[in-house]
Structures are given as C-alpha cells and as structure tokens.
C-alpha cells in the first residue's frame, strides 16, 4: 500500500524526515518496500539568478560565458554553460559553489576549457524536479534575484510502499497509519469529525432515491444506502487531485474521487451510483446467478457463478460485491442523483471472488482484510460531507441500512505483572498503560492490583489474546530499548532429538528405495476433508481465520498431497515417479486435536514409461512389505507381531484391498496401507491406479526409550519343514488363520525346539471342497541351535499341531 507523508500529517504531527520514518515504520510491523520522493528536496546553496550577459567560449563551441547576479548585495558571478535555451535577462535557478544537488553531487568553483566557472545553472532534472534536461529551468514568473529556489516550490512528497501483514486490515488507510505513528511518537491523532448525520431506517422511506433495499446473502451482514440529489459533476479540486495522484491514482470526477479519497483515508471501500440506471429503483445483495455476466469498468466482460456476491437492481448485477462496479451505474458528467453504498462483506466471500475473475483492485485488498465493519457509517458521512462540498447536492436525511456492524469492541483482562513476566524486563504500569492508551486501547482499573480490563476497538480485531496485548506493546515500546542480558538455554541437537530422528531415518530408507521426497503446505481445503477422512470431524480442524478457501483446515493426511504432486509430475510430463513425504499431521480425539508424526507414500499402478524388460506391477503385497520394513526400520517393530486387519468402509481406501495395524491413540503407532479409492484418485485427474502406505506415530510414543536389539547366533544345524493345508471359511482371513495355525505350532514345540516361521504359501478355491469353503497350506518352519531334528521328534510335533487345530471343528486338515 502507498502512503504518502503530508497526507499522514494531517492527522499526526510528525517532524520525523523520510529517511527516519523508512528505519522507523519497520520496527513496529510495518516493512517498507521503497520511498519514492517527489518535488523539490531542500537545496539550501541554490538561489535565483538572472542572466546580464552570454558571450562564445573562447575554447569551445559548444559552451557559453555567462555573467550571472545572484545577490542584490555581491558582484555577479562568472559561469560557464552549455545550455542553450535561454537569453539575456531570464531568470533561472543557480547552484553556488558548495551546493550539494541530488545525485550527491557537490558544486565547487573551477576551470572550464581554460575560463573559470563560479557555480552551475540547472535544469529541472539536475535539481531532481522532473526528467528534463534539454536545457535550463528558466523560472517564467520571474521570482527575485537572491531568492532560496525552495522558497518557489511546495516542500518535496515522500511516498512510501509498505508490504502489511495480512492481519493488519487496520493499517491499509493513512489513518490507520497515522494511528500507528501517533502512538509511537506519542502525538494525538487527529481525525475530521463528520458534519453529516443522516438518520438510519431499515427500509428506504418515500424521499429516498431507492424503493427497496434487499439483502439475501450472508456474506453481507451489514450494508447502507445513503442518496444525494442534485450534483454536479465535474473536475475536483486540486487537493484532491494532487492527494489521489500522490499515491498512483488517476482522478476521474469530483464524486468517484471521493469515495476513492475516503477509501484512502478510513481504509473503507464505497461505491457511488447514478441513482437514474438503477432499474426498479431498487438495490439487490445477492449471490450472482449460474451464468450471468457483467462488464466491470475495466470494459471486460465476466461470467459469474454463484460463489460471486453482486450488488444487483431489479433486472442485473452492477458490482462485483467489494471488487469493482460495472459500466451500467457507474457516475459520468449526466449524473445528477447519486446513491452511496457503505458495507462490511466477509472476507472469505471477497477473496474466493477475486480468485475467480482473476481481478484484484484496491476495494478487494481491503475487504479481503477484514476493514471495520464500525467504520462503515463513518466513511459514509466522510463522503457525504466531501461530495457536498465539492459536487454540492442535498443529502436525503435518512439513508437504509440493513443488519449491523457484526463486531464491536471487545474487552481482554490482563494484569501489569503478566506483561513483564513475558517480556523478561521491568516496565512500569504508567509505561505500560499509556502505550496501550495511545493506541486507542481503554484501560480500566477497578482497584489497585486488581486486574486490567483492556477495551480493544472494533478496527483492532486480530487483538484478542492477553499475549497479543503484550505484543502491542512491546512494538511501540521498542524492541531496540529491551535490555541487554545473558541468554541461557537448554538445546537440543536435531540428532538428539527423537522426532527429528524419525524424520531423517524416514527420508533416507524411502530415498533409498527410489521415492522422491516431497514438501507440502500443512493446510488443506476443507471441503475435500471428508471425502478422504471421515474419522476427524472437520469443524475441530477448521482454523479460525483462514487465509483462503483452499488453505482454510489443518490436514490430517498426507496422501492427498501426494496424489496432488503425482498428479502435477503427469501434466508436466515427468512421468508417475513414486512420491514420499515426512510431516505432521492433525488428528482428533476425545474432543482434542493432536499433532502426529506421519510418513506417506504413494506408488502409481503404471508408470507409463515403454522399457525393454517389464516390471511387475505394484499390488497390495509389495505396499504392505514396503509398510512394515518402514516400521521395524523407524520403529523397531517385528513384522511378526503386526497384526493387519481389513479396513472397512472408509473413503480413502478401497474396501477389500487395504488394511490396517495398530492404533496411534491406543498402541502409539497405526500403519495403513492398500489401494487408494479409484474414485478420489480420478477426482485428483489420475487415471491409474495408486497404491498407498501411510505410518503414523504420536510424538510420546518416539520418546520412549526402545530396547536395544539383542543379537544370537546362527544356527549350524538345517531347519526342517512341514507343510499344512486346512479348510477354513471362506470368509476367514489368511492371517487370522496363520496366527492361529503360529500359536497350535509353538505349544506344540514348547521349547524343545524352536520355530523359525508359519508362513502361508498356497490358496485354493473350488472343485473338491464344501460350499463356503477354501483351502490355505502353511509352511512350518522349525531349527535347533544344538542339533540336527530328527524326523520321530518333528512328526510328533506336527501330529500335536493338527490335533490342537482339528479340535473344536473349526479347522479340517485338507488330505
């Protein structure tokens, strides 16, 4: 946003030059881009002169010896010039020698081509007046002989180019900045009270230029129509002119000006209407229709849809609502009866419109910012008294209003002692107080250290914590006046801690096996979080004041993102490379929202990629090995001991091609795995199939100390293996089986010798079974560290197996 400083002056006294307001504006939030200087800088060695005589060089051509009065007092002065636009008796400004001239270019007394040269005549540029410097500025109104040349000029406009923070919506005005600068310089703020005060109905009434006013959308919560008869269009005065142009604006008439002057001034955006092209008399807030199009007064055509607010009449919409208006209402030289709109839009409302026309204006920026909503009707009576002043007219005493401003102020508690506790340093209650007074904070006290009870304005409504109170005013104070001290912390090496071990141990094994690792925002859509995970309410990860409709909730899932990346690296011809990520993500439980450590991967079905030997595509099985080895390397965990489940009915995954391990709320880890949902994947323009693998792990459960691997010697002896086929269900589970058919085997071995693995190798469906039933066969696998087994010991243990699993009638042993 532009500033410019003699604007800002008429609300604060500020002595307070350029140079110290750029090292200034940064310390209390506000960073500086560029100050831009216009018009005459002080030059205090450059005076009027008038010309007495011009003679040819005697060594140059191009150059002339001029005889110069610079002084009622002092003999004129010789100095050569090459300039040649001038004659004997202009006046013309005159750099004597020591004169500094922008450019940092100093003036001395010296010889030219051999003839001595008492100081310089300047052009419009040389004095930093303009590009000019085809010859001398020759000064037509003939100033005295003498004069100081910054006596003929109007002092020099500094413009500032400040980058605001979003949550400064307060700051996008020169009052807002005034307010800023006022408090830190400890000077009043001055603000115009308005002479206006119409009166506010909730309905137009019989005088009003509008018959109806109708609101039918929420993102307009609050929205006034005040009306002027009579104006007179026309050219602004100069101030107004030279204010707007200050800032980059080009002036446009005496009424569109205003509004955009006012705009400037009280950071409120309004639209002035010719009351005459409102059809039916009659103003509309409403969402735009399917379809509908409107050409915006920067001549383009825009369809609309209905996630657009318009400001409609009867028959069309003439304003994208707090964007731009349309050429249909806009004011022009017929205009003589205007309607004057002031409203508060959500935020959310303006930006999602913006996104979609592709159209960003002044209005928008601070909409989107969230103006206060408690200025609307003061802004309103601004222009009101600005266009009677400038356009004349009479305003209609009532103007209408629907709804209300939908904040106010707000009261923080807070005690002095809490302040200095979080500043680390004492500061008095008068310091403390007073800063948050000149910032237009009320402070009341009911007794002495009692609590503070802080009224924070409307305009200030991204205050609303007590550390934000202590932030306020630690900005005015100054971070430069924080004593100096000795720091004394206890750090942490990255490699020391638990949670960034498991981030680096994570990107190198999935580096290690060809993924490319990847970076993502750790917001999302909200609208697409219940499509993928339907066990987080959305509302617990919802921020409270979202930047934007696709960063508006917390994720709770890395795959999306992946699948994101996957799909970029298509439409950019990269192939289907596979993808990794390692992050936090958000997950709710008991009504609490936690952060949890994730790793994610996602494997496309078919890369696309024509190679001479054919890979075997990627399958449940090889996501699920992957899975596991990802957690026993992180984790420590025997693959043994996990325990898949299929996961059932959930929208990222494919029912009956993923499954499950552990719980993060109960075990501390939870490993997910399988295919995703081919219906999300082809919403995310993904034609393929994409296996994915996902491990998330609490951060209390990395900081327990795991048990240090216990190493044994190998076996010299062979193993000795059985096989086992058993008739199950057909509905039973492999694993639930194998778990079964693992424990029969190591009751039966006890510990005369070991088994080494239970381990399913074959299934069969079909002819020579019952109906609902298949078959699974095993393989047992059993080893002595002390001896060659002998096969009498292995087939009692294996006739012991089959006992135990045909007991019951759960189980049959296929012959």
């Known amino acids: 946003m532009r500033v410019s400083l003699s604007w800002l002056k008429k609300y604060v006294n500020l002595a307070a030059t350029p140079e110290e307001l750029k090292r200034v504006l940064p310390m209390i939030g506000h960073e500086v881009a560029s100050v831009e200087v216009k018009g005459l800088m002080p030059l205090p060695q450059v005076v009027v002169g008038e010309i007495l005589t011009s003679a040819q060089h005697p060594n140059a051509d191009k150059l002339s010896v001029c005889s110069v009065q610079t002084s009622l007092t002092e003999p004129p002065r010789q100095i050569v010039c090459g300039a040649k636009n001038y004659k004997v008796g202009d006046r013309v400004p005159v750099a004597l020698p020591g004169a500094k001239l922008p450019g940092d270019f100093t003036i001395k007394r010296s010889k030219l081509r051999g003839v001595e040269s008492d100081g310089m005549m300047c052009s419009g540029k040389e004095l930093g007046l303009g590009d000019d410097h085809s010859g001398l500025l020759i000064l037509e109104n003939r100033p005295e002989i003498g004069t100081p040349i910054n006596n003929l000029f109007p002092e020099p406009e500094a413009v500032f180019e400040l980058e605001l923070t979003a949550n400064r919506g307060d700051c996008w005005s020169h009052v807002g900045i005034a307010r800023e600068l006022a408090a830190k310089y400890g000077q009043p703020l001055q603000v115009p009270a308005p002479k206006s005060a119409p009166e506010a109905k909730s309905a137009p009434d019989g005088n009003h230029l509008l018959k109806a006013l109708r609101v039918t959308s929420a993102d307009c919560p609050y929205y006034t129509a005040a009306a002027i008869r009579g104006v007179k269009i026309g050219p602004s005065p100069a101030w107004l002119k030279r204010d707007l142009e200050a800032v980059g604006l080009r002036a446009i008439n005496n009424v569109v000006d205003v509004t955009n002057w006012v705009m400037l001034e009280l950071g409120q955006p309004l639209h002035a209407f010719d ?5 039916g008399a009659e103003i509309v807030v409403r969402a735009a229709n399917a379809g509908e199009k409107i050409t915006t007064l920067d001549g383009k055509e825009r369809v609309l849809d209905p996630s657009v607010l318009v400001i409609a009449d009867a028959e069309r919409p003439l ?36 996104r979609l026309l592709g159209l960003h204006t002044d209005s928008s920026q601070r909409f989107a910012r969230d103006v206060d909503p408690a200025g609307v009707v003061l802004a309103a009576r601004r222009a009101i008294d600005l266009i009677l002043e400038t356009a004349g007219g009479e305003l209609v005493p009532r103007y209408a209003v629907h709804g209300a401003a939908p904040r106010d102020a707000h009261i923080i508690q807070i005690t002095p002692d809490y302040v200095r506790e979080r500043l680390g340093f004492t500061v008095s209650d008068a310091e403390i107080r007073g800063i948050f007074e000149r910032l237009g904070f009320h402070v009341a006290v009911d007794a002495v250290g009692a609590p503070w009870f802080v009224g924070v304005p409307s305009v200030r409504g991204e205050v609303a914590r007590p550390i934000d109170l202590v932030e ?10 924080i004593p100096a001290a000795p720091v004394s912390v206890t750090s942490l090496d990255r490699e020391d801690d638990a949670q960034g071990v498991f981030g680096v141990k994570a990107a190198e094994f999935l580096a290690a096996k060809q993924f490319a690792e990847c970076v993502h925002y750790t917001l999302r859509d909200g609208a697409e979080l219940p499509k993928w995970q339907s066990d987080t309410p959305t509302g617990v990860l919802a921020l409270a004041n979202a930047l934007n409709a696709d960063m508006s909730h917390l994720r709770p899932s890395l795959v999306p993102g992946l699948l994101e990346a996957l799909r970029r690296n298509t439409d950019h011809g990269n192939g289907l490379p596979r993808l990794s990520e390692v992050g936090r993500i958000f997950r709710e439980n008991d009504g609490k929202l936690n952060e949890v450590e994730s790793v994610a991967f996602v494997v496309p079905g078919e890369t696309g990629e024509r190679s001479w030997k054919t890979m075997p595509a990627p399958d449940f ?11 026993a390397h992180l984790l420590g965990i025997d693959a043994a001991t996990l325990d898949f489940q299929p996961i059932g009915p959930r929208p990222m995954w494919q029912s009956g091609h993923a499954a499950e391990s552990g719980c993060w709320v109960k075990n501390g880890f939870q490993i997910k795995c399988g295919l995703v949902s081919p219906g999300l994947t082809k919403e995310k323009g993904l034609d393929c199939f994409v296996y994915a693998g996902e491990l998330l792990v609490r951060p209390d459960f990395l900081a327990k100390a795991k048990s240090r691997a216990r190493l044994q010697a190998f076996s010299a002896f062979p193993p000795t293996t059985r096989d086992l086929a058993l008739v199950v269900d057909e509905a039973a589970s492999a694993e639930s089986v194998r778990q079964d058919v693992e424990a029969a085997t190591k009751a039966a071995a006890g510990t005369t010798f070991a088994v080494e693995s239970v381990s399913v190798f074959d299934l069969y469906t079909g002819t020579g079974l019952p109906a609902g039933k298949k078959s699974l066969a095993f393989a047992l696998r059993f080893r002595s560290l002390e001896r060659t087994l002998k096969d009498d010991e292995v087939n009692a243990v294996f006739n012991a197996i089959q006992q135990t699993l045909t007991t019951g009638g759960k189980y049959t042993v296929r012959s």
Do not use: C, H, N, W
């Open 275 to 279: 009351a005459k092209k409102i059809r």
């Open 319 to 354: 304003v994208v609502a707090g964007v731009m208006g349309s050429v249909d209402a806009e004011v022009d030289a017929t205009t003589t009866d205007i309607a004057l709109e002031s409203a508060y839009f959500r935020p959310s409302a303006i930006r999602q419109a913006t």
């Open 472 to 481: 306020e005013f630690l900005r005015i104070y100054g971070t430069d006046k």
């Open 621 to 631: 099985y090889a996501v699920k090995g992957l899975a596991t080895q990802l957690a």
